[in-house]
């Protein structure tokens, strides 16, 4: 089976730091990502790492260690409509690489 | 960007009755798609994925018969909830991957489709 594992809900500060883990057991691997959403709406792509390390992209972060299975997502200068659900994603390796979504990480972000 | 649609975005049908979702590649083709399942404050559950030309490949619980998919171009999937009934209503979101933007590519989602069946 395919195991995503990321916290259920956060709660940070505005002006803030936060960072969400995400660890996974999967049978294949080829690239882990990360999305965002909100209530009502569809996934929005944030970051994207396939191999170990830090990938940067303006007030977020994502960082990837391939060999123990774990991925987060840094959040800098958090403001109020970074309040959403954060999702990590696997893709498979296989003929169609498939996304296996984590189970989701809400997070508030409180004045 | 790459823009996928999907339509409709809401749907209010009677138990028993087929609705149909269609989700469509704007920009680019896609020989393959993905259906995905929300429940309320969960994650996406993946139910298949869309293969142009051929049949659709279905994850383990997900009855092939009761949510037919059909990928009759390169820019257009529908998934078809047959004879509906109220634990069916979900969100559904489907999406697509640009093969011609690169290995690094990532999905981009439908706006989903709130079904509700009463």
């Known amino acids: 089976g395919q195991n995503i594992d990321q916290p259920t809900e956060m709660t940070a500060t505005e002006g803030a730091i936060v960072q969400i883990n995400c660890t996974y057991q999967t049978s294949g691997f080829n690239g882990l990502f990360w999305y965002q959403q909100h209530a009502g709406e569809a996934p929005t792509f944030l970051s994207y790492n396939v191999l170990d390390g830090l990938e940067e992209k303006g007030r977020f972060s994502s960082f990837l260690s391939r060999s123990k299975g774990y991925s987060y997502l840094l959040l800098k200068e958090l403001q109020m409509k970074d309040s959403a659900s954060y999702l990590c994603?696997?893709?498979?390796?296989?003929?169609?690489?498939?996304?296996?979504f984590g189970t989701g990480t809400r997070l508030k972000v409180l004045a | 960007g790459a823009v996928v649609s999907q339509h409709p975005s809401r749907v209010i049908c009677k138990s028993g009755t087929s609705v149909k979702i269609e989700c469509r590649s704007l920009?680019?083709?896609?020989?393959?798609m993905f259906w995905y399942r929300q429940f309320p404050k969960q994650s996406l559950m993946l139910m298949a994925t869309?293969?142009?030309?051929?049949?659709?490949?279905?994850e383990q619980g997900v009855e092939k018969d009761k949510f037919l998919i059909n990928h009759a171009s390169l820019t257009l999937s529908t998934l078809t909830v047959t004879s509906a009934h109220p634990e069916d209503s979900s969100f559904y979101i489907c999406?697509?991957?640009?093969?011609?933007?690169?290995?690094?590519?990532?999905?981009?989602f439908g706006n989903g489709t709130r079904l509700t069946v009463t």
């Open positions: 999406s697509a991957r640009d093969m011609g933007a690169g290995s690094n590519s990532p999905l981009h």
């Open positions: 920009d680019f083709q896609a020989t393959t």
């Open positions: 994603a696997v893709r498979l390796t296989s003929g169609t690489y498939k996304y296996i």
């Open positions: 869309s293969n142009e030309g051929s049949k659709a490949t279905y």
